[in-house]
């Protein structure tokens, strides 16, 4: 499966970024990393370009809160993204920030997976079994 990962806004932290791609890569993914300070428009046009099952984005100083107010809006000026599976996680918001306000804030701008200050290879996990499910009620629907 192809992931378009990235750092969101303004955002120069990219420890993280790197051993999300190696990461990825160790579990077979193929991954388009566009590194740090990445916009919006930025990874859904790579999103489009590379045929990408999975957005991976990642946040540490807190700026995805901002930018994720406009994800829906814009993601409805893009074409054949309707399967994409939308993932965001590192720190979500800016200071400290309780997990059950910021996940329920995230799905409505529109994430599938919101991992707030979570271990790295819990969060991968969470996509397997997110994926797992999803094609389970796909064949299920088909059958
Ligand atoms: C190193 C560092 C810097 C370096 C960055 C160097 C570089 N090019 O990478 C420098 C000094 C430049 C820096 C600058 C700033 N930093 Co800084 N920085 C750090 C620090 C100390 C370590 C970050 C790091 O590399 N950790 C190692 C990696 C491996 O861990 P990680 O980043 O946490 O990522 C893990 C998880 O978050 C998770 N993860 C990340 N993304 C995703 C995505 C998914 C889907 C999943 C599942 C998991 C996941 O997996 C990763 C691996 O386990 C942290 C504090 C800390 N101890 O974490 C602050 C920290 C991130 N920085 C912070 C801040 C505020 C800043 C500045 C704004 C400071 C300032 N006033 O100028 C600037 C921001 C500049 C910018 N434009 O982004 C804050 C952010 C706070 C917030 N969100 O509210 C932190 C948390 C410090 C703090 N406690 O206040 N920083």
């Not at 930025?42 to 994720?68: H, K, P, Q, R, Y």
């Not at 893009?78 to 979500?92: A, E, V």
Request: proline share 1%; glycine share 10%.
């Amino acid at each position: 499966m192809k992931v378009v990962t990235g750092v969101v806004g303004n955002d120069i932290h990219v420890v993280a970024n790197r051993l999300i791609d190696l990461s990825l890569k160790a579990r077979g993914y193929e991954v388009f990393n566009l590194g740090v300070n990445t916009y919006l428009e930025e990874f859904f046009d790579a999103c489009v370009e590379t045929g990408a099952d999975i957005l991976l984005i990642s946040s540490l100083n807190g700026e995805a809160e901002g930018w994720s107010r406009e994800i829906k809006t814009l993601k409805l000026r893009y074409k054949d993204l309707d399967d994409l599976i939308m993932m965001i996680g590192g720190n979500l918001t800016v200071g400290t920030g309780d997990p059950q306000t910021i996940v329920p804030k995230y799905q409505r701008y529109g994430f599938d997976l919101v991992c707030h200050q979570i271990d790295l290879n819990t969060g991968l996990d969470m996509l397997q079994d997110f994926i797992a499910k999803r094609d389970y009620s796909k064949q299920k629907e088909s059958a």
